[in-house]
Every structure is written in structure tokens, then in C-alpha cells.
């Protein structure tokens, strides 16, 4: 391989970033990630927690069961910014779900909306182009939003989209996103406790 193609190869992941806003955002959502540090809740008490991803068939609707199942005093919903409402999860994300204890066989997508965001007290997105997302349309609702990987103690901090890939790679994003759970749950179940 020439020289010239080796550094055109090393340089692809770079140039995508540069041509993409949403991966430049992904990108500088990460790097702000590494380094700072797992950022604080929103105040008050947080009583409703709303999961989002793009379309609500592989990430949220498994991120949204984890956390009922962890934070029962918490109301828990999901949605995608682009989800087509009524679409069954992802059969992959159904399958490697019920691996980790999770039904997903239920689940019907649903696309955010204003009246969703006016009812979380904490909105969960995957990466930072959801941060930005809500900032986009929806910019008063901006303070509440978390994203899910920031509570993850090592990189990466985003939570890749699985969709059309194959199921070892649902296995590595649901196995991320219940560590993230695992850390995300500690921190609302303490503050469900505190005072009002």
C-alpha cells in the first residue's frame, strides 16, 4: 500500500466528522465528555425520566425497561426523534433483549413530542447529537437533557446506534447502556429520597 494510501486511510474517520454536523457533534459531545466529568441532575426531585433516541426500536425502548426496572418510583417512557409511531422494536434488539432479561416484544415506537418533553423532569438521549436535537427544536427544554454515556466511568461516552447491524454489536451497545443504567439508577434513586 502506498504512503498516500495509508494516510487517506488513517484520515477517513476524520474527514467523515468534518463532512457530517451530526457526527461533528457526536465528536465534540465525546471529546467534552472525556474531558470533564459526569455532569450533576437536574433540580428538583426527578419523578418522570423521558429515553430518546432516533427512532425508538433498538436503544430507548431497552434503556426505558432497564430503568423502570431499577428506578420503580420513577415513571419511565421512551421516544425517537424520527420514530414512526406504532413500529415494533428491531426483531435483532427483541432477540438480544430477552438475553439480558429485557421483553422488548411489546414495545410500539413513538415520536417526540412537546407535550413529552414538558412532562420529563430528565430527558436520556444516546449521543450528542440528541443533546443538540432538543437544543434545535425544543430549546427550553434543554437544561434537563443527559445523555445516557456521560454516566459511564470509561470512553466511549456515546451510545452507537446498533440498527442494521449485526447482533454482536447489540450485545456491546446493551451491555454499555446497562452500565450506564447500573450508575444512572444509583444517582435517581438518591435523589427520589431527598427531600422535595
Known amino acids: 500500500m502506498s ?9 477517513r474517520p476524520l474527514v467523515q466528522i468534518l463532512r457530517s454536523s451530526d457526527e461533528r457533534r457526536d465528536a465534540f459531545w465525546e471529546l467534552r ?32 425497561r432497564l430503568l423502570a426496572t431499577e428506578c420503580p418510583r420513577l415513571l419511565v417512557h421512551s421516544g ?29 415506537a413513538h415520536r417526540i413530542t412537546i407535550a413529552d418533553l414538558e412532562w420529563a423532569d430528565l430527558v436520556v438521549g444516546m449521543t450528542g447529537r440528541h443533546h443538540y436535537t432538543v437544543r434545535d427544536r425544543w430549546a427550553a427544554h434543554t437544561p434537563k437533557v443527559r445523555l445516557l454515556g456521560d454516566f459511564l466511568e470509561a470512553p466511549p461516552h456515546a451510545i452507537a446506534d446498533p440498527w442494521g447491524c449485526p447482533e454482536a454489536e447489540f450485545r456491546n451497545v446493551y451491555s454499555q447502556i446497562r452500565l450506564a443504567i447500573e450508575r444512572l439508577s444509583a444517582r435517581l434513586t438518591a435523589n427520589s429520597m431527598s427531600p422535595p
Open 3 to 11: 504512503a498516500t494510501a495509508v494516510i487517506r486511510r488513517k484520515l
Open 33 to 64: 465528555r472525556r474531558v470533564g466529568s459526569e455532569p450533576s441532575l437536574p433540580e428538583p426531585r426527578i419523578r418522570n425520566v423521558l429515553v430518546v433516541c432516533l427512532g425508538n426500536i433498538c436503544r430507548s425502548p431497552f434503556a426505558e
Open 80 to 108: 425517537g426523534f424520527e420514530a414512526r409511531d406504532g413500529a415494533p422494536a428491531e426483531s435483532d434488539a427483541i432477540r438480544v433483549a430477552a438475553e439480558f432479561g429485557v421483553d422488548l416484544s411489546d414495545h410500539a
